[in-house]
């Protein structure tokens, strides 16, 4: 039996690193086994924050991979500063009292003329060229997904010039994501968005996103069908020889400026001042990208030197240290804009066989999930004390060895079940 055809639009595709590309990397790579041949659509010669060629290997020679080519303007900010254009372009947005003046224009410039973001110039290619294809090339649907949202555009044109069957497939929300508050949008862009975030979720025959708060909010926004299918783990054959023996405890992935809990750093300097023990066995590791600001607060502390920066890794690399630490640090903005993020990594930390301590606002769906998959404790900014007795409690248990986590529940979230999930909408 043949296998339907569907085009997958994304910028972000190996040799791009990050969480932007796991998720429809693993979607593609089990499409096939639902009786769907994903054919991929993406930008020639993208500028990526972050690159881990691995991924690369994961990518089978028998995928269609479709590439035009595209203008991005960090091309031409670069010139003026080419630290300054790779730090904002790869999400670590300096705080607004901390901003150099060349920062704050390159803000201003790419909130109100590059809307909705910066790949707005390929939009319009994209749909000359995908038209003439689709015209020759018949698809059982065209899914696009965002961020970033320009590439929801592209299904937009596709959809109103032939009529095809779209999904619009929504990583992070749109317009309520967190950083659109530091682009010093005007009224005038800010409705501007609002109404192309409109048109897409009007448009679109159906809607998937990757949490239940944002399901709610474009519930509210839209009568079309939206289906909630989160990130996930995937397998794999990554072995360690054995945990740490320091008390680690690992934060993997970027944090940013705003992503910089002070009540942690409070618990830790007092642990480390109260119990000797603890200042001898812990070590707090970075892995990642970490803003200057973070740096900052970590020095204010007093726990630099208890501080491992490993820097930004290959994907293996990353699932070896969420392995061999002894606690994972999951942090979250404080914002009620941050309820619905749910970072990709979370998945890996529920199978990495490793108690997660993570941090956010209330209602957050990542303490939804962490609860329900038994895999860790969950904090808000507010629980200064019972985060304290938690990590002491954790402490113990590791002198103990008897530090261990038991999920339940955690097949739902693999890529393979996830996969089947999306090849029903298909």
Do not use: C
Request: glycine share 6%.
């Amino acid at each position: 039996m043949a296998l339907k055809k569907v085009l997958i639009i994304t910028y972000y595709w190996p040799p791009a690193g990050g969480p932007g590309v796991q998720r429809w990397l693993k979607f593609v790579k089990y499409l096939p086994e639902f009786g769907i041949e994903p054919i991929v659509y993406g930008p020639e010669n993208p500028r990526y924050p972050i690159k881990d060629p691995s991924l690369l290997e994961e990518v089978s020679d028998s995928i269609t991979l479709l590439k035009q080519p595209i203008r991005e303007p960090y091309g031409i900010a670069s010139v003026l500063s080419k630290n300054q254009t790779k730090t904002i372009s790869s999400g670590v947005i300096p705080k607004s009292d901390e901003q150099s003046l060349l920062q704050k224009l390159m803000l201003y410039i790419r909130g109100n003329f590059f809307i909705p973001d910066a790949r707005k110039n390929w939009v319009k290619p994209s749909v000359r060229f995908l038209s003439k294809y689709l015209s020759s090339n018949k698809v059982e649907a065209v899914i696009t997904t965002g961020p970033p949202h320009s590439l929801h555009l592209i299904g937009l044109g596709l959809k109103e010039k032939l009529g095809v069957k779209w999904i619009a497939d929504f990583r992070d929300p749109w317009t309520t994501i967190g950083y659109h508050k530091s682009l010093k949008l005007t009224p005038r862009s800010k409705s501007k968005h609002l109404k192309l975030e409109s048109k897409v979720l009007n448009r679109a025959n159906h809607i998937v996103v990757t949490s239940a708060n944002t399901k709610r909010e474009f519930e509210a926004k839209t009568d079309r069908p939206i289906s909630l299918i989160t990130n996930g783990y995937d397998s794999h054959s990554v072995q360690i020889d054995k945990k740490d023996d320091l008390f680690t405890i690992a934060h993997i992935g970027s944090l940013l400026s705003e992503r910089n809990p002070t009540l942690l750093w409070q618990v830790l300097s007092e642990l480390l001042t109260e119990n000797k023990e603890f200042a001898r066995l812990f070590r707090l590791r970075l892995v990642g990208v970490v803003s200057s600001h973070v740096l900052e607060k970590i020095k204010a502390y007093k726990l630099e030197d208890y501080t491992e920066i490993i820097g930004y890794v290959s994907h293996e690399d990353a699932i070896k240290f969420q392995m061999k630490s002894q606690v994972l640090l999951l942090i979250e903005i404080d914002s009620e804009d941050t309820k619905a993020i749910i970072p990709g990594k979370l998945f890996e930390y529920l199978v990495s066989g490793t108690p997660i301590i993570a941090i956010g606002p209330q209602q957050s769906d990542i303490e939804q999930i962490i609860g329900s998959t038994n895999t860790g404790s969950y904090f808000t900014y507010a629980q200064k004390t019972e985060l304290k007795a938690h990590i002491l409690d954790l402490f113990h248990k590791f002198q103990n060895e008897s530090l261990e986590v038991h999920p339940i529940g955690l097949e739902p979230y693999s890529r393979k079940e996830l996969t089947k999930r999306l090849a029903s909408l298909i």
